[in-house]
Each structure stands twice: as C-alpha cells, then as structure tokens.
C-alpha cells in the first residue's frame, strides 16, 4: 500500500508539498475557547501535583531564520481550555540527516503548508528530531495549548508532536527521541492532570477522520495518528513504541507504575 501512505502520511513541505492531502489535515469546525497560559497545577484526589517539567524547547524563532521573521502572514493562533490528548506522528522524511539541518526540514514542511497549501501555519505543536531535540512547531504552542492542524477532526484539546523521520516497520527508533515526546506529553498531559496511560474521550469535529461530526471517540491519552485518521503515520516503528512512551511519560508525572 505504497500509494497509500504516500498520500495520507506525514509529508514534508518543500520537497513534495503537493502530496501534502491529509497527513496535518486542518482544524475541524468548532471554536476554541479563549486562550490561556498553562500554569495551574492541577491535583489528583490525594493532593498531589501531577505536573511534570517543561522540557527544553528550541523556540520557533531559531528555525523561521532571518531573524525569526515569518515568511507567510497567519491569523492569530487558535485555543483550547486544556490538553487531554497527544497525537505522534512522522514526517515521512530521510533519516539519515544531521540533526543540525533539522530547522531546515522544518522550515520545509512550513513553506509547503503555510505557503504551497496556504494554511495558516505549520500544523504540528512540536516536532523531535533524532537527537532528542524538541522544536516549537505552530506559533504559541510552547506556551499555551495551541489548536493545531495535525490530526484531522481531533485537533482540539490535543498537542500534534511530528517525529522527524519515517518510521515504518523495522525502522530504529531512537530512544532519545522517544524520551523526548515522552517529556512533552508528561508535560502538557501533566497541567490538565491526566495520566497518560490512560484513556480519553474526544469529539470528532470532521467527517473525513475515521469517525463522523459529532461522534465520541474513546483513544489512549498518547495516540498515534493512525487512530483518528486513515493513514499509516506514524510508522509501525514509532506505534509500536507507544507503550513505553506512554509509560515514560508517566513516570515524570511521578506516577507510579
């Protein structure tokens, strides 16, 4: 099913932007609630915080370049009350490259989204690349829970985090990189108090997702794109590491297992 993942999985932008169809397909149909900075610390029934550090996160200005100006005008960003969901994907492209020119493949994937398929930004909140990096991705994100344009009918209340790479079946997936979107969903799964072995309930806002409008879905609080969408993103590979995420991120809740 080649042509298939082609089509629907994770594309990169400049390179191959007009395959770009329904990989970060864009935000389903209801209003966001106003936004608001992620700072509360919510409680668990014992009184403990179940919050985890904020990772360190390469702001989105050190990758747009030329001073961090934007290349594309956009609307103001888009929020929701909170984030109780994280979808993985991949960007479908090489893996082989020097983790220096990741704000270049990211640059890419902008360019073809924001600018080629005239979006109103990148849709992923963050990507991670093969060395443990993690980049702000959709404008605010790293400070406010950003409505992005990842997961077709469930980009609200949820964080899109982009593995940079393919991560099809036996592909290596590195522990560094898992770590790391381990640690962005303890963190924004953390704020709204969810532990994220668990399960969460999400309203489909788009029809063309595997569920129609209006349906409640039942998903893990860490998902991969596959589950809310047809597409094989984000790799056999990085799905199967989705256990071990799950219970990584977990951990730096400072649950137990």
Not at 52 to 61: M, Y
Request: proline share 7%; aromatic share 6%; with cysteine.
């Amino acid at each position: 099913m080649r042509v298939l993942r082609i089509v629907l999985c994770c594309v990169p932008g400049a390179v191959a932007f007009a395959l770009l169809v329904l990989c970060a397909v864009g935000v389903g149909g209801h209003s966001a609630s106003p936004g608001r900075t992620q700072t509360a610390r919510p409680k668990s029934a014992q009184g403990a915080a179940w919050t985890a550090p904020r990772p360190q996160i390469v702001p989105r200005a050190q990758w747009l370049g030329q001073g961090g100006q934007e290349a594309f005008s956009r609307p103001p960003p888009r929020f929701a009350d909170r984030v109780t969901a994280v979808f993985v994907h991949h960007t479908d492209t090489p893996n082989d490259y020097d983790c220096a020119d990741a704000p270049r493949t990211i640059r890419d994937m902008y360019t073809g989204q924001a600018g080629a398929r005239h979006w109103d930004d990148i849709g992923y909140n963050f990507l991670v690349d093969r060395c443990g990096t993690i980049y702000e991705g959709r404008a605010g994100s790293a400070d406010q829970p950003v409505v992005g344009a990842h997961t077709q009918g469930f980009n609200e209340r949820t964080v899109g985090v982009a593995a940079i790479g393919t991560f099809t079946a036996g592909t290596d997936v590195p522990k560094v990189m898992t770590d790391a979107i381990a640690a962005i969903a303890a963190w924004k799964l953390g704020l709204s108090g969810i532990d994220p072995r668990s399960q969460v309930d999400l309203v489909s806002t788009n029809s063309l997702s595997k569920y129609p409008a209006g349906t409640r879905a039942r998903f893990h609080a860490v998902s991969g794109h596959t589950d809310g969408n047809l597409t094989e993103c984000p790799g056999e590979a990085l799905m199967a590491q989705l256990p071990s995420i799950r219970d990584a991120a977990a951990r730096m809740e400072g649950r137990r297992p």
